[in-house]
Structures are given as C-alpha cells and as structure tokens.
T-cell receptor, first 112, second 116 residues
Framework: KQEVTQIPAALSVPEGENLVLNCSFT??????LQWFRQDPGKGLTSLLL?????REQTSGRLNASLDKSSGRSTLYIAASQPGDSATYLC???????????FGGGTRLMVKP | EPEVTQTPSHQVTQMGQEVILRCVPI?????FYWYRQILGQKVEFLVS????????KSEIFDDQFSVERPDGSNFTLKIRSTKLEDSAMYFC??????????????FGQGTRLTVV
C-alpha cells in the first residue's frame, strides 16, 4: 500500500529565505506526483505536476524535483514571502489506480 | 480560468439524515473524484467516476455512500444516513486524462460537513 510522508510537518522561516519541502513515497510505480497548496479551511490549489518521466518542473519561484527510483520529491521555494504561508501537500498517482494518495502536509509560516 | 465549484460551502445536518453534496467539474474533464479530509488528518480518496460509472472506490466508500452524475454538468455525493464520524471537509476533483497521459487534478473549495 502506498504511503506518502512529508517532512517537516511544520516550518517557520523569515521572509526572503529559500526553503525546501520534502516528500517521500514507498512505491515508485507512479504516473506522476502533484504538489498542492492549502490555505486554512480552504480547498487545494494545484501548484505543479511532475510526470514520472520528468526530473523537474518549475513555476515562478517554485521548483519541484522528482527522483522516482528513490521515492522522493522536493519542492523548492525561492525568496519566500509572507503570502507563501500555507500548508503544502504532495500527492502521488499510482500506476495501478485512479486516485491520489496524499502526504500529511508541511505547514509553512513565513514571517515578515 | 475554469474551476471546480462545490455547493454548499458548509452543511450542518443531524445524525441519521441524508445529505447530498454537489459539484460542477470543469467542463471538458472526463474523470471525477470525491475526497475527504477529517480535521487534522490527511486528504483521503473516496471514489472515482468515469464514463458514468464508478471506476474505483476506497474502503471508506461503503453502502452509505453513492455518487451520481444526474446531468451533463453536476456530480453529486450522497450520504444516506450520516454518522458523527462523517464530519469532514469533502472535496470534489476532476481531471481531463488518467493513466499514461495523466493530467493535473483540479480540486474544488470543499464542502464542510458537520454532523451533530
């Protein structure tokens, strides 16, 4: 059974810092991995989708990497801003299955 | 920009009552999903729906749950007899493609269900 873990569970950084969020998964047989942002009490906003054949995907200040064989992905946020404060979730889509399996999220606070 | 819309945003119901949560997926999407998130816990998959039938469901999705696409735009989740433990945020999601040509999943803003 696929398990997705995110470390750290919470992170507090000063504004302007570059940071890395980690996601690991136990079964490397995945089609893709998706990163989401969730604001308190709100829905999930898709940030980046990395297909299993890709190593990296970029959108603005965000860069996500994928190492499928080792079951790891990272989300790099450059020059963090207070508006980046939210919970970041990663989710994998397995080859055998039409659903996403989510990690528990990293709660990020960026202090001005 | 196209988005997944869910109604209502918040629903309070008494234990044992039936509730219907509604979703309008993105119009050219073919795959539809319901997920839930109990407060403080992970987002969990409930069911996927394609070509007017359930394609997969989790062990959470028991006989108390059902899904329907009653017309060309709406996608509903019905809980027949709600229990206290059904209290959660329910998310609808849609996707254009699955499998080898997998595309991004887009989520709605959620319906917060409170069972009292």
């Amino acid at each position: 059974k696929q398990e997705v873990t995110q470390i750290p569970a919470a992170l507090s950084v000063p504004e302007g810092e570059n940071l890395v969020l980690n996601c690991s998964f136990t079964d490397s047989a995945i089609y893709n991995l998706q990163w989401f942002r969730q604001d308190p009490g709100k829905g999930l906003t898709s940030l980046l989708l990395i297909q299993s054949s890709q190593r990296e995907q970029t959108s603005g200040r965000l860069n996500a990497s994928l190492d499928k064989s080792s079951g790891r992905s990272t989300l790099y946020i450059a020059a963090s801003q207070p508006g980046d404060s939210a919970t970041y979730l990663c989710a994998v889509n397995p080859n055998a299955g039409n659903m996403l399996t989510f990690g528990g999220g990293t709660r990020l606070m960026v202090k001005p | 920009e196209p988005e997944v819309t869910q109604t209502p945003s918040h629903q309070v119901t008494q234990m044992g009552q039936e509730v219907i949560l509604r979703c309008v997926p993105i119009s050219n999407h073919l795959y539809f999903y319901w997920y839930r998130q109990i407060l403080g816990q992970k987002v969990e998959f409930l069911v996927s729906f394609y070509n007017n039938e359930i394609s997969e469901k989790s062990e959470i999705f028991d006989d108390q749950f059902s899904v329907e696409r009653p017309d060309g735009s709406n996608f509903t989740l019905k809980i027949r007899s709600t229990k206290l433990e059904d209290s959660a945020m329910y998310f609808c999601a849609s996707k254009r493609e699955q499998g080898r040509w997998n595309t991004e999943a887009f989520f709605g803003q959620g319906t917060r269900l409170t069972v009292v």
